[in-house]
C-alpha cells in the first residue's frame, strides 16, 4: 500500500524519510497511528485539568461572597445575640456561711431588704463583688437569689462550736497565731502581740477559739480553755444562800467592802457644816437609796461576773452572759429555780432576770437578793 506525506499528499516510496514535494518528514502507518493516539489520549486529561480549576475558582468565589464574613464577624448566631461570641461562664464560687447570714435585696446593710437567712454552715455559691460603699465585699449569689455580706463567709466549712463565749472580747496576754482553720498546720493568717483585742465566738474540738477577725471572716487561735479562762477573769467561788442573800466569803466581802464605803459617805455628810438642818437633809437625801456599783472581772463556771451592786435593800451580781444561760448554771448546783428565774426562798426575793435601768449598763443579766 502507497505512503503519502502527510503535509502535502504526494505518493512516498516505501523507504522514504522525506517528502521529495514539500520536505516534511515521511510518516509511516505505526507513527501515524500512534500520533493519533496520543492526540485522543491527552483529551481526557485535559478535561479533568480544567474541571479542577473550575471547581478552585468556585471554591474561591463562596469563600469571598460567604464563609469570610462569618469568619470575621463570628457566627450568625453570634451576630444575632449581640455580636459577641458566646463565653463560657465560670463556676460559681462556694462558700461558707461562718454565723448566721442575712440574704438581702442589694449589697449594702442601708436601706436593703432582708430577704432571708443563711444558718452557720450553709453553703453559698456565686461570685464576690464590690458593695455599693465601694469598699466591702459581698458574694452575689447565684441564680439572682440576693447578696449576703462577705464578712459571714470563708472558704472551709466551720467546726462545731462546743462551747459558745458570746463574742467575748478578750485582750491577748502574749504573742497569738490566728489560723485558717482549727489546725496548727492549716494556713497562718495572722500574728498578733501582746495587749490585741480579739473577739472570741466559742471553743471548737481540738481546744481551739474561733475568733472573729477585723477584716471579716474567722480564725483560730489555740489553747482555747486556757484562754477562756482568762477571758472570763480570776476564777471566784459563788455559795448562794436565797434565804440569807449570801453570796460567798469572797463576794461577801466585796458587798462589805462597798456598804463601808457608802457609810463613809453618809458620815462625811453628817459631820459637814451646812446653813441650817434641811440644807443637811437635802444634802444626805441625794445619796439616799442610789446604788452603788463596782465593776469586777472574775469567772465562775464558765460565767464572766462583770459587776456587783449595792442598792438600797438588795444585792445584785451582774453577768455578761443571758439569764437563760445563768440560770443553767446554777441549777446545775442544785438549786431550785422556777421558769421565770426566781429562787425557792422563804422570806426574801432572790432571783435571776435580765439587766435592767441602769445596771444594763454593767451586764446582760443579774442574780439579784433583798426584801
Not at 471554591?59 to 451576630?79: M, T, V
Not at 481551739?208 to 474567722?218: D, M, N, S, T
Request: charged share 20%; with cysteine.
Amino acid at each position: 500500500m502507497a505512503q503519502h506525506c502527510i503535509q502535502c499528499g504526494e505518493t512516498l516510496g516505501a523507504q522514504a524519510r522525506f517528502c521529495g514535494a514539500c520536505g516534511a518528514a515521511a510518516d509511516n502507518g505505526a507513527n501515524y497511528m500512534a500520533d493519533v493516539a496520543a492526540k485522543h489520549k491527552s483529551r481526557p486529561n485535559m478535561m479533568l485539568i480544567t474541571g479542577a480549576v473550575v471547581i478552585v475558582a468556585l471554591a474561591i468565589i463562596y469563600y469571598a461572597l460567604f464563609l469570610h464574613d462569618d469568619l470575621a464577624r463570628g457566627s450568625l448566631e453570634d451576630r444575632v445575640s449581640g455580636g459577641q461570641p458566646a463565653v463560657e461562664q465560670a463556676a460559681p464560687q462556694i462558700y461558707y456561711t461562718t454565723a448566721d447570714a442575712n440574704i438581702r435585696d442589694r449589697a449594702t446593710t442601708q436601706g436593703s431588704i432582708i430577704l432571708g437567712k443563711l444558718p452557720r454552715g450553709s453553703t453559698a455559691g456565686g461570685k464576690v463583688i464590690a458593695g455599693e460603699d465601694g469598699t466591702s465585699q459581698w458574694l452575689e449569689l447565684e441564680g439572682g437569689k440576693g447578696f449576703v455580706a462577705f464578712a459571714n463567709l470563708s472558704e472551709f466549712e466551720p467546726p462545731q462550736i462546743v462551747k459558745p463565749l458570746d463574742d467575748k472580747i478578750w485582750t491577748t496576754d502574749r504573742a497569738i497565731e490566728i489560723w485558717a482553720q482549727p489546725d496548727i498546720t492549716s494556713t497562718l493568717l495572722d500574728r498578733v502581740g501582746p495587749g490585741t483585742p480579739l473577739t472570741l465566738a466559742g471553743i471548737t474540738p481540738g481546744d481551739f477559739i474561733e475568733v472573729k477577725l477585723a477584716q471579716g471572716g474567722v480564725g483560730y487561735i489555740a489553747d482555747g480553755e486556757r484562754i477562756a479562762r482568762l477571758a472570763n477573769g480570776k476564777p471566784i467561788s459563788i455559795a448562794f444562800n436565797p434565804n440569807s442573800c449570801s453570796f460567798g466569803r469572797e463576794i461577801d466581802a466585796m458587798f462589805e467592802s462597798i456598804g463601808a464605803r457608802l457609810q463613809a459617805q453618809y458620815k462625811a455628810i453628817e459631820n459637814k457644816d451646812y446653813p441650817d438642818e434641811a440644807a443637811r437633809e437635802k444634802a444626805l437625801s441625794a445619796i439616799d437609796g442610789r446604788s452603788a456599783y463596782q465593776r469586777v472581772k472574775r469567772s465562775f463556771e464558765g460565767l464572766t461576773i462583770t459587776a456587783i451592786a449595792q442598792h438600797y435593800e438588795s444585792q445584785s451580781i451582774y453577768f455578761a452572759e443571758p439569764a437563760a444561760q445563768v440560770i443553767s448554771v446554777f441549777r446545775s448546783k442544785g438549786l431550785s429555780i422556777d421558769r421565770s428565774g426566781a429562787f425557792k426562798s422563804q422570806d426574801l426575793y432572790a432571783g435571776i432576770g435580765a439587766a435592767s435601768g441602769e445596771g444594763a449598763r454593767y451586764g446582760k443579766s443579774d442574780l439579784s437578793c433583798g426584801v
